[in-house]
């Protein structure tokens, strides 16, 4: 089974701060993806990554960076963070290909007041 | 605009009925998947079906998939209050995104 880990569990920011929200994975998947879930709109994608070194966008990435240093870590950056990006994240790896299954972390909530 | 969109926002079932969730998509896909959301987890798979299949089962769970209309299924049969879940339908794309639904949420009454 897929493991992926997602810190923190949750996290509360001040508008205006840095937020670094970390994933890593342990079953070599190429590909990394940064999602947030808001009631109403289901699971977003905000960046995504084909492997260590890359970032993609993805629908709504206006806000957010990410960073890819190696295969088994991808971090979500918000750096002045704002109560609209108040979301729970959710971090997902998959294999290479173009029908691949995705395995979910367990989501970081993050409230910014 | 959404990518793959459930037609349903919300279901309400009783145990032991049959239940099914129907999505629309919009874009020429690879492949569809079926994925359930419990309380406070992450999302998991429970069916990919790929374009060139019409049907898969998973146990209790049947998927369909029509290409010529865009649109898939998900069937729950012998319903258990255990699969009270959000259930997401999500599609590939070329360029190895992978886009999600807004979500059914469905509720299973005793």
């Known amino acids: 089974e897929a493991a992926v880990t997602q810190s923190p569990r949750n996290k509360v920011a001040v508008t205006g701060g840095k937020v670094t929200l970390s994933c890593n994975q342990t079953?070599?998947?190429?590909?990394m993806y940064w999602y947030r879930q808001d009631t109403g709109h289901g699971l977003r994608l905000i960046h995504y990554?084909?492997?260590?070194?890359?970032?993609e966008k993805g629908d709504i990435p206006d806000g957010y960076k990410a960073s890819r240093p190696s295969q088994e870590n991808f971090s979500l950056i918000l750096e002045l963070a704002t109560p609209s990006q108040t979301s729970v994240y959710f971090c997902a790896s998959g294999e290479m290909g173009g029908a691949e299954t995705l395995y979910f972390g367990s989501g970081t909530r993050l409230t910014v007041l | 605009s959404q990518l793959a969109e459930e037609n349903s926002w919300a279901l309400s079932v009783h145990e032991g009925e049959s239940v099914t969730v129907n999505c629309s998509y919009k874009t020429s896909i690879t492949a569809l998947q079926w994925y359930r959301q419990k309380s406070g987890k992450g999302p998991a798979q429970l069916i990919l079906i790929r374009s060139n299949e019409r049907e898969k089962r998973n146990g209790r769970l049947r998927a369909t998939l029509d290409t010529s209309s865009q649109s898939s299924s998900l069937s729950i049969t012998a319903t258990r209050c255990e699969d009270t879940a959000v259930y997401f339908c999500?599609?590939?794309?070329?360029?190895?995104?992978?886009?999600f639904g807004k979500g059914t949420h469905l509720h299973v009454l005793p």
């Open positions: 999500a599609t590939d794309t070329n360029a190895y995104k992978v886009i």
């Open positions: 990554s084909y492997g260590a070194g890359s970032t």
């Open positions: 079953n070599n998947h190429n590909n």
